[in-house]
């Protein structure tokens, strides 16, 4: 234990030279807050990463601290063969903002042999965090073009997103958004499954419901 508080006094000070007070402080007024944010952009935090090995032990120090990079460097140093899905579903929990979602989606979860059982459990979770971040895993599988899309539950996910599009969580509502595009792209007929559940929003007289209308027709119609 002693050689990975070693790594991760290392690993700060490396922060310290590379932090950037306005980036911390642009993402602070955009609502990203951690107790301590050095600013340091992504491509310098994959190179810190690269520096050291894949380290169960230690990605759970980083993942502890409420420290922006600390966390993300978490998502990139933790082997994939040694993430169990409990621990998926506790980081899950633990996700403080949009940003880190976003990493963990793409660095680790979209990574996981059962990422597919993480979407279809999520989905129907009662946390529109937990929810938030289902949509945002799918999304990255679909990105990825993940051999795992056929085992996702996407009646249940396409149903779950079209009633989050409603949701007063910007974040829910753009990952719901995000989701259903996607979804559109399996197939014509879903495509089309999912226009009709939507439809009712072009004359909801909600300029926000629609606009989703709006993007999600222009999505499949551009297929």
């Known amino acids: ?75 990139l140093l933790y082997p994939i063969d040694d993430f169990s899905e409990e621990n998926a579903h506790k980081w899950c929990r633990e996700i403080p903002n949009q940003e880190i979602r976003q990493q963990v989606c793409m660095n680790l979860f979209q990574n996981l042999p059962y990422a597919h059982d993480l979407v279809n459990h999520w989905v129907s979770s009662d946390n529109e965090s937990i929810r938030t971040t289902a949509y945002w895993l799918f999304a990255r599988l679909m990105i990825i073009h993940s051999v795992q899309i056929p085992d996702i539950d996407c009646t249940t996910l396409v149903r779950n997103a079209v009633n989050d599009l409603s949701s007063s969580d910007f974040f829910l509502r753009q990952s719901a958004v995000n989701a259903l595009k996607y979804a559109g792209r399996l197939s014509s007929e879903l495509s089309r499954e999912i226009l009709e559940k939507v439809k009712i929003m072009a004359d909801s007289g909600i300029p926000a419901l629609q606009e989703v209308y709006s993007l999600l027709k222009f999505e499949f119609d551009n297929n």
């Open 1 to 75: 234990m002693m050689e990975k508080e070693i790594k991760l006094k290392e690993i700060r000070a490396k922060l310290r030279k590379s932090m950037d007070g306005v980036v911390s402080t642009s993402m602070r007024e955009k609502g990203l807050k951690y107790r301590l944010n050095f600013g340091v952009n992504l491509p310098t935090l994959r190179q810190i990463a690269n520096n050291y090995d894949c380290d169960p032990i230690l990605s759970e120090m980083l993942w502890k601290e409420d420290v922006r990079e600390l966390k993300i460097l978490a998502t």
